[in-house]
């Protein structure tokens, strides 16, 4: 069974600040790999989605990274600002006869003025 | 506006009353699932659908119930709800599993 792990599960940095989230999974045979991000009590939002053939996505200040092989994914945000606080989810799709997607359980971030 | 709707988003209920909790997609998406979060365990998948009256089990689906009648809707019914059904609740659609995710801005349940 796909289990996804992120790490750190907690992330407190000053404003201005590169950093890295790292997801893994357990099972390479994987359609895609999504990044999600949630504020409190609200839902998700999708941030980048990435193809098992594909080894990176970028967007704005994001950029994610995949390495299917190792079972691996970077999620790096550069100059991070206040607005960029909120929980970070990875997921990862499946499918041989079903389809669903696992998700990780995710990295809280803080950034600090 | 492209959007994932639910309905409620907020209930409180007592066990045993049946309830049903809607999404709608705006989007034409053959693919819609359920899943639910709970503190220290994630988000889980409950049920998901490929298209219209195609329905499977995710993760988690005991003491859930689906149906897809049209490719629009896809409520989430509880026949008969208990306490560790305590939890908040997102529908999501896309246009296949390979695709991009669209979720819903969530219910949170509390049965009592």
């Known amino acids: 069974k796909q289990e996804v792990t992120q790490i750190p599960a907690a992330l407190s940095v000053p404003e201005g600040e590169n950093l890295v989230l790292n997801c893994s999974f357990t099972?390479?045979?994987?359609?895609?790999l999504q990044w999600f991000r949630q504020d409190p009590g609200k839902g998700l939002t999708s941030l980048l989605l990435i193809q098992s053939s594909q080894r990176e996505q970028t967007s704005g200040r994001l950029n994610a990274s995949l390495d299917k092989s190792s079972g691996r994914s970077t999620l790096y945000i550069a100059a991070s600002q206040p607005g960029d606080s909120a929980t970070y989810l990875c997921a990862v799709s499946v499918g041989s006869g079903y389809s669903t997607l696992t998700f990780g359980k995710g990295t809280m971030l803080l950034v600090s003025p | 506006e492209a959007q994932v709707t639910q309905n409620p988003r907020y209930l409180i209920t007592v066990t045993g009353k049946k309830l049903t909790v809607t999404c709608s997609q705006n989007?034409?998406?053959?693919?819609m699932s359920w899943y639910r979060q709970d503190p220290g365990l994630g988000l889980r998948q409950i049920y998901y659908?490929?298209?219209?009256?195609?329905?499977d089990k995710g993760d988690v689906p005991e003491g859930y119930k689906v149906s897809r009648k049209e490719k629009r809707n896809f409520p989430l019914i509880l026949e008969s709800p208990s306490p560790n059904q305590t939890s908040l609740y997102f529908c999501?659609?896309?246009?296949?599993?390979?695709?991009?995710?669209?979720f819903g801005p969530g219910t949170r349940l509390t049965v009592t």
């Open positions: 099972d390479s045979a994987i359609y895609n």
């Open positions: 989007m034409n998406h053959e693919y």
């Open positions: 659908s490929m298209n219209v009256e195609v329905t």
């Open positions: 999501a659609s896309s246009p296949g599993i390979i695709y991009e995710q669209y």
